[in-house]
């Protein structure tokens, strides 16, 4: 098993620009959450699902946008990306809301 | 510990020694907490979890303590070995089941570093 995916591992933005953060796990999990890790602070919660089809708000939830269309994927988008976005963005799934979950890889952001 | 990165507090431990991380968690109402390790350069990984009802749980090499009384939680791990070299962090929650207002949250983390 793969467990959590993601793409890209790295990847430099300008002010402004737009790109989406791909998730895909293949355990099943109903649930699914993006996470951002900044040095000074814990992993803050952006958004998560709780099955296809549907999304909520973490913890810092602003200029970010999510879509699960599909049970496996959890898509993360920055429409209009920001210096203050240049974050490492980490995915994760779990069986049970907020229990043990897998992370993937992490997907290191520089917005110039 | 209160940050990650930069200022991250540190434990230096001797290869094959017990290590002891701890954490001081912030809601009394929290009443399930997990461990969680990240090696450099990757996604944090599940350790051990404990629920509120339980004051010790054990696994292979890890033990977690949780004392409600004073808002601790603390992570040994047995013979410490190079390759448990990582940062480790706690994370706090409150009705896990799925309820509205479901939170978790994470702690900063202390990096352990384990000398040969």
């Known amino acids: 098993n793969a467990g959590v995916t993601q793409t890209p591992k790295f990847r430099v933005l300008k002010t402004g620009q737009s790109m989406t953060l791909l998730c895909a796990q293949d355990?099943?999990?109903?649930?699914m959450y993006w996470y951002r890790q900044d040095p000074g602070m814990g992993l803050r919660l952006i958004h998560y699902s709780v099955g296809e089809g549907t999304t909520a708000k973490g913890e810092v939830p602003d200029g970010y946008n999510v879509s699960r269309l599909k049970k496996q994927n959890f898509l993360l988008g920055l429409e209009s990306a920001a210096p203050s976005q240049t974050s490492v963005y980490f995915c994760a799934s779990s069986y049970r809301l907020n229990t043990e979950a897998f992370f993937g890889q992490g997907t290191r952001l520089t917005v110039v | 510990g209160e940050s990650v990165g930069l200022h991250l507090p540190t434990l230096s431990v001797q290869e094959g020694d017990n290590s002891i991380i701890n954490c001081a968690y912030s809601n009394s109402a929290s009443d399930y907490f997990i461990w969680y390790k990240q090696e450099s350069g990757k996604g944090p990984q599940f350790i051990i979890d404990?629920?509120?009802?339980?004051d010790k749980r054990q696994g292979q090499r890890v033990t977690v303590l949780l004392n409600k009384t004073v808002k601790h939680l603390s992570l040994q791990i047995a013979a410490t070995q190079p390759g448990d070299s990582a940062v480790y962090f706690c994370a706090e929650n409150m009705t896990p089941a799925g309820a509205a207002g479901n939170k978790l949250t994470f702690g900063g983390g202390t990096r352990v570093l384990v000398k040969p």
């Open positions: 404990i629920r509120s009802n339980m």
């Open positions: 355990m099943n999990h109903e649930y």
